[in-house]
């Protein structure tokens, strides 16, 4: 079954660290671009980071230097480093696969929830 | 960066209608654009790329139309599972963003 399945998802307190996973399963995961998009308590969807099946990297400029997205093909996962953690930063993160060429999303996760809370 | 807004915020219809729903770019994205569909509690889903074409397994009562600035998803004959909140998403340039969404609701 093709699948994303996201984990690491805490409740962590304002200025803390986190990692999240994202283990992919069903396609070849190192032939594929992958991002991460978060939510917001009853907001809509902002995207996060990019990574390229190759390792070229971008942020959003609101998490820009605090976080940072890799991947490891040889595990089929990718990962989002999460510090200097803000209330802001508190949503459900996704992960979610670019289906080639274009960066837009065929496949998502069902998501893991962060809570920046002290 | 490019800013998607979308309108009306809610869209009040009933099963059986058809419901338009509106994507603006604040800049040209072509036709660099995806529509998603997202229900309470589940992850977004994929229904419409490259502004008209819609995804594997997507029912043909959704369409979608535009290009440059503005762009429409029509859902010909709303279905009981079609209430959801909508999403329209640039992918010209970095960084991507989304529309607010679109909360179709039962009339």
């Known amino acids: 079954e093709v699948q994303l399945v996201e984990s690491g998802g805490a409740l962590v307190q304002p200025g803390g660290s986190l990692r999240l996973s994202c283990a992919a399963s069903?396609?070849?995961?190192?032939?594929?671009?992958m991002s991460w998009v978060r939510q917001a308590p009853g907001k809509g969807l902002e995207w996060v980071s990019a990574?390229?099946?190759?390792?070229?990297?971008t942020y959003a400029d609101s998490v820009q230097g605090r976080f940072t997205i890799s991947r490891d093909n040889s595990k089929n996962t990718l990962y989002l480093q999460m510090s200097s953690l803000r209330a802001e930063d508190t949503a459900i993160y996704y992960c979610?696969?670019?289906?080639?060429?274009?960066?837009?999303?065929?496949?998502w996760g069902r998501g893991t929830l962060v809570t920046v809370s002290s | 960066e490019i800013v998607m807004t979308q309108s009306p915020a809610t869209l009040s219809v009933s099963p059986g209608e058809r419901a338009t729903l509106s994507c603006r770019a604040s800049?040209?994205?072509?036709?660099?654009l995806a529509w998603y569909q997202q229900k309470p509690g589940q992850a977004p889903r994929l229904l419409i790329y490259?502004?008209?074409t819609r995804a594997s397994g997507i029912p043909a009562r959704f369409s979608g139309s535009g290009s440059g600035t503005e762009f429409t998803l029509t859902i010909s004959s709303l279905q009981s599972e079609d209430f959801a909140v909508y999403y329209c998403?640039?992918?010209?340039?970095?960084?991507?963003?989304f529309g607010g969404g679109t909360k179709v609701e039962i009339k």
């Open positions: 979610a696969k670019v289906p080639g060429g274009h960066w837009y999303f065929d496949l």
């Open positions: 069903g396609f070849t995961f190192s032939s594929y671009d």
């Open positions: 990574i390229s099946h190759n390792g070229g990297t």
């Open positions: 800049q040209s994205v072509s036709s660099n």
């Open positions: 490259g502004a008209f």
């Open positions: 998403q640039h992918f010209t340039n970095w960084p991507l963003t």
